[in-house]
């Protein structure tokens, strides 16, 4: 579905810390951990993937490699319900604390639960997790509040992979903004060929890297 993901991936060298931030089921931190043998922490509140997840790391025989942190990310630790359009197994369109979606529309939400959401640097802080080397980022909307949250960790990464509909002005204009502040630079935008057209035809792939590292 996302050639271009799997390809930046092949980018990293390997044995890097790589955030999958929003995993779904675990495709890319599946392919991370066995072709890149990187260490992959896998963020993913839905219930209904967390178990196809999980059961993904295992058939590939990379449990060692990959830790689920089944937590939302945010701008900030709070409370807040997980609002979703799908409980499909596998399914996506859902946005912790906000009421709108990837595009920035409002969410047609069909089921909620309440969690804890916390911010990049409370994952380091907190958790005592390790500072990443490489971030890829699909939750379907707050990707700026997510990044908003997270400038001392991304201070410190040499590229990230970020999922940005271009419609959704807001996320458009503070993603770029934060990502420049730390010091990345926008190296392209990609999509799949199957998004060229349709309702997703202004989301790309957007892969930003530190020069000279």
């Not at 779904?24 to 993913?44: D, H, P, W």
Request: charged share 25%; hydrophobic share 40%; proline share 5%.
């Amino acid at each position: 579905k996302e050639p271009e993901t799997l390809e930046w991936i092949d980018s990293i060298p390997k044995g890097s810390i790589l955030w999958d931030i929003g995993a779904n089921v675990g495709l890319y931190s599946c392919y991370a951990a066995k072709a890149r043998n990187c260490q992959v922490f896998a963020f993913e509140p839905s219930a209904f993937n967390l178990g196809l997840l999980a059961r993904n790391i295992f058939l590939n025989k990379i449990t060692s490699q990959v830790v689920i942190i089944p937590l939302p990310l945010s701008e900030s630790l709070s409370f807040h319900t997980l609002n979703m359009e799908s409980t499909d197994w596998g399914g996506a369109k859902s946005t912790f604390g906000q009421n709108y979606g990837d595009d920035g529309q409002p969410l047609d939400k069909i089921f909620e639960f309440q969690t804890i959401g916390l911010s990049m640097i409370d994952v380091v802080k907190l958790l005592r997790i390790p500072q990443p080397n490489y971030i890829k980022m699909d939750v379907d909307g707050i990707e700026h509040l997510i990044l908003k949250g997270g400038f001392t960790v991304l201070q410190n990464i040499k590229g990230i992979l970020v999922e940005i509909d271009e419609e959704f002005e807001k996320q458009l204009t503070d993603s770029t903004r934060y990502l420049k502040e730390v010091g990345l630079v926008l190296k392209e935008k990609r999509q799949s060929d199957m998004f060229k057209n349709g309702p997703y035809k202004n989301t790309y792939n957007q892969i930003w890297h530190r020069p000279f590292t």
